[in-house]
């Protein structure tokens, strides 16, 4: 925890949750649950004033704000509702992403063709 100095004086609770663990800010307006900012920090190692600062920058890069990632945004929203089920007690039927789905199977015996090892050292050169 080399960061820790940084933090000092708050307690470890605050520190992963970026903050106070009321519903409502001090400005009046209504706050992120504290069981979210817990998720950030337990399941994607990030503190909430960390995520807080990365989203201040993402308006700058234009390509990021539009991109359509749906498959990352469902896993995501999936992980953060397993994740409350199991903060708050409660049972969860949302299975577990497949570990192997983007991993293909792989032909150990594979036969080179070697024009084709020719040609990328010519193009190589």
């Known amino acids: 925890m080399s960061s820790w100095t940084k933090y000092q004086g708050q307690s470890l609770k605050n520190w992963i949750c970026g903050g106070t663990n009321r519903n409502q800010a001090q400005d009046g307006k209504y706050s992120v649950p504290s069981w979210e900012k817990k998720f950030c920090f337990v399941v994607g190692s990030m503190p909430w004033i960390r995520l807080l600062e990365a989203k201040k920058n993402i308006s700058k890069f234009d390509n990021v704000m539009k991109w359509d990632d749906s498959a990352g945004k469902k896993a995501f929203h999936n992980a953060k509702r397993r994740f409350w089920a199991k903060f708050n007690g409660f049972p969860c039927n949302?299975?577990?992403?497949?570990?192997?789905?983007?991993?293909?199977?792989?032909?150990?015996?594979?036969?080179?063709?070697?024009?084709?090892?020719?040609?990328?050292?010519?193009a190589i050169d």
């Open 94 to 122: 949302i299975p577990l992403p497949d570990p192997d789905l983007y991993i293909d199977k792989i032909d150990w015996d594979s036969k080179i063709d070697p024009q084709l090892l020719l040609d990328l050292e010519v």
